[in-house]
């Protein structure tokens, strides 16, 4: 309807103010804001393929805009109003990541766009997690967590009142857009004043200090942000330089010449001084939470290639455990590398052996063919010809090991334990009022959409990949 704007524009309004936010709340991450873009001219600087194709792709403008954050919720309300929140910014839930199985007790979804035209305008998004309560072992202490949270309100009536609008209306005018950001910015604001007494702080920390986290403030503070850099291994050994402490290694897949789905690294948590609720006045402590992050993304991989990596990146974890302060480090990255030498390093391998998502497209020299000639009906023989071109979908989302290790780092190592749980899709479906959507079948759908219309710019039809299984 006239007179609304795009939720890629509140989306993006959205992620400007809260990366002003962050910056001030976290000078650190400003620092690492300034070393991302220092490595990034740098790399475009020497690589002048990479710099022409991200020119062409229109993206050289917005190489350092931020590219995720994170918070942790604590109810199942909570969940449900923050589905409608960033429904508002154009984003939805895709993938549940059960993090309980890497001693985490939560379970999370990505918000996200979906669109490719959205994606490409502004890809923010945000992994969200909800506390598991039932995880909690000590039955006085959950009830304790669960009346806490159910106290608090951690969105304004006026965002409220603004979600609300949107979703009768079916959108919101350029004013109130402005208005639903500086609202829903109080929701992700940190608060230096804790809701909970020192004492049950420390009962709350000693269960896990995530449950303390999520349970002793007002609401769910950003806990990080993520700009892409476009050399996450520069960045990382960097960071020193730049007074910032870095997480041990790297989560993901190893470097590669065919960037495979998410690098991912991180600096550690910084502690914040607070001041606990009390009695005869506040009394003074710290909180670990808030850090910032860089990401490096490559290729989407089907299902068969997602196999493979979680069995390579099994193998390596089992061989080689990093400790707390980083002691094996350099021996993860060399078995991760030398693991890895199992998964084809070329576009064309990655393809043929149905390992990872293509998009295709009908070249000049196709198009040209097909207004004289009857092109062959074979997918292969196209791609030979030169008539049929394919490039990397990238992967869009989060990984469940990576996002435990990018966790564990800023909560301690020592925190490791196990929880004997089934996970909890349906749980977390109920929650949050909506199914989450299965992030391989947007990247399948995707394929499959691109290769229809370059078949169909052939002259051709109904064509299928015949890829090897
Ligand atoms: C989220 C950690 C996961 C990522 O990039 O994998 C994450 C958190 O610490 O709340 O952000
Ligand atoms: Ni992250």
Redesign the pocket.
């Given at each position: 309807m006239a007179g609304f704007v795009s939720t890629d524009r509140i989306r993006t309004l959205f992620t400007e103010a809260m990366s002003r936010m962050y910056r001030a709340e976290v000078p650190q991450y400003g620092t690492l804001l300034e070393l991302v873009a220092d490595v990034n001219a740098e790399v475009l600087a020497t690589d002048t393929a990479l710099r022409s194709r991200l020119t062409r792709a229109g993206e050289l403008d917005r190489i350092d805009v931020e590219r995720?954050?994170?918070?942790?919720l604590g109810t199942a309300e909570e969940l449900f109003t923050i589905r409608r929140l960033f429904a508002v910014m154009g984003m939805e839930s895709v993938g549940y990541y059960d993090l309980s199985v890497a001693g985490v007790p939560?379970h999370?979804t990505c918000f996200r766009p979906v669109d490719q035209a959205a994606l490409s305008v502004n890809p923010f998004r945000v992994?969200t997690?909800l506390l598991r309560l039932e995880l909690i072992e000590d039955e006085e202490l959950r009830a304790e967590a669960a009346e806490i949270l159910a106290r608090r309100r951690i969105y304004t009536d006026r965002a409220i009142q603004l979600i609300e609008r949107h979703e009768q209306a079916g959108g919101l005018t350029e004013a109130e857009a402005g208005e639903f950001v500086s609202q829903a910015l109080e929701t992700f604001r940190w608060h230096g004043e804790a809701t909970v007494s020192a004492a049950t702080y420390k009962r709350l920390h000693d269960a896990h200090r995530l449950i303390a986290d999520v349970v002793s403030f007002k609401g769910p503070h950003i806990?990080?942000l993520?700009p892409r850099t476009l050399d996450i291994d520069a960045v990382q050994a960097r960071m020193p330089e730049r007074g910032i402490t870095p997480k041990a290694v790297i989560?993901g897949p190893p470097r590669r010449a065919c960037d495979i789905l998410l690098r991912?690294t991180s600096f550690k948590a910084l502690e914040e001084a607070i001041a606990f609720a009390g009695e005869s006045g506040a009394t003074k402590g710290t909180h670990t939470a808030r850090f910032g992050?860089i990401?490096q993304r490559g290729v989407a991989l089907t299902a068969k290639g997602r196999a493979l990596y979680d069995r390579l990146l099994a193998s390596v974890r089992g061989e080689v455990q990093v400790g707390a302060a980083g002691a094996k480090a350099g021996d993860y990255d060399s078995e991760l590398a030398e693991q890895f030498r199992e998964l084809p390093d070329s576009w064309s391998e990655l393809r043929t052996q149905d390992l990872a998502f293509f998009h295709y497209s009908a070249t000049p020299e196709g198009i040209a063919a097909a207004v004289s000639e009857t092109l062959p009906d074979d997918v292969e023989t196209l791609i030979a010809l030169g008539y049929l071109g394919f490039d990397p979908i990238v992967y869009e989302d989060?990984?469940p090991v990576?996002?435990a290790g990018?966790?564990q780092s800023?909560l301690g190592t020592d925190q490791q334990q196990n929880y004997a749980t089934r996970s909890n899709r349906t749980a977390f479906e109920e929650a949050l009022g909506a199914r989450v959507t299965d992030e391989l079948d947007l990247y399948a759908e995707r394929q499959a959409r691109s290769l229809d219309a370059a078949i169909g710019l052939l002259g051709l039809a109904g064509l299928q990949l015949k890829t090897v299984a």
């Amino acid at each position: 309807m006239a007179g609304f704007v795009s939720t890629d524009r509140i989306r993006t309004l959205f992620t400007e103010a809260m990366s002003r936010m962050y910056r001030a709340e976290v000078p650190q991450y400003g620092t690492l804001l300034e070393l991302v873009a220092d490595v990034n001219a740098e790399v475009l600087a020497t690589d002048t393929a990479l710099r022409s194709r991200l020119t062409r792709a229109g993206e050289l403008d917005r190489i350092d805009v931020e590219r995720h954050g994170a918070i942790r919720l604590g109810t199942a309300e909570e969940l449900f109003t923050i589905r409608r929140l960033f429904a508002v910014m154009g984003m939805e839930s895709v993938g549940y990541y059960d993090l309980s199985v890497a001693g985490v007790p939560v379970h999370s979804t990505c918000f996200r766009p979906v669109d490719q035209a959205a994606l490409s305008v502004n890809p923010f998004r945000v992994f969200t997690s909800l506390l598991r309560l039932e995880l909690i072992e000590d039955e006085e202490l959950r009830a304790e967590a669960a009346e806490i949270l159910a106290r608090r309100r951690i969105y304004t009536d006026r965002a409220i009142q603004l979600i609300e609008r949107h979703e009768q209306a079916g959108g919101l005018t350029e004013a109130e857009a402005g208005e639903f950001v500086s609202q829903a910015l109080e929701t992700f604001r940190w608060h230096g004043e804790a809701t909970v007494s020192a004492a049950t702080y420390k009962r709350l920390h000693d269960a896990h200090r995530l449950i303390a986290d999520v349970v002793s403030f007002k609401g769910p503070h950003i806990n990080h942000l993520t700009p892409r850099t476009l050399d996450i291994d520069a960045v990382q050994a960097r960071m020193p330089e730049r007074g910032i402490t870095p997480k041990a290694v790297i989560e993901g897949p190893p470097r590669r010449a065919c960037d495979i789905l998410l690098r991912q690294t991180s600096f550690k948590a910084l502690e914040e001084a607070i001041a606990f609720a009390g009695e005869s006045g506040a009394t003074k402590g710290t909180h670990t939470a808030r850090f910032g992050e860089i990401e490096q993304r490559g290729v989407a991989l089907t299902a068969k290639g997602r196999a493979l990596y979680d069995r390579l990146l099994a193998s390596v974890r089992g061989e080689v455990q990093v400790g707390a302060a980083g002691a094996k480090a350099g021996d993860y990255d060399s078995e991760l590398a030398e693991q890895f030498r199992e998964l084809p390093d070329s576009w064309s391998e990655l393809r043929t052996q149905d390992l990872a998502f293509f998009h295709y497209s009908a070249t000049p020299e196709g198009i040209a063919a097909a207004v004289s000639e009857t092109l062959p009906d074979d997918v292969e023989t196209l791609i030979a010809l030169g008539y049929l071109g394919f490039d990397p979908i990238v992967y869009e989302d989060f990984l469940p090991v990576s996002a435990a290790g990018i966790f564990q780092s800023n909560l301690g190592t020592d925190q490791q334990q196990n929880y004997a749980t089934r996970s909890n899709r349906t749980a977390f479906e109920e929650a949050l009022g909506a199914r989450v959507t299965d992030e391989l079948d947007l990247y399948a759908e995707r394929q499959a959409r691109s290769l229809d219309a370059a078949i169909g710019l052939l002259g051709l039809a109904g064509l299928q990949l015949k890829t090897v299984a």
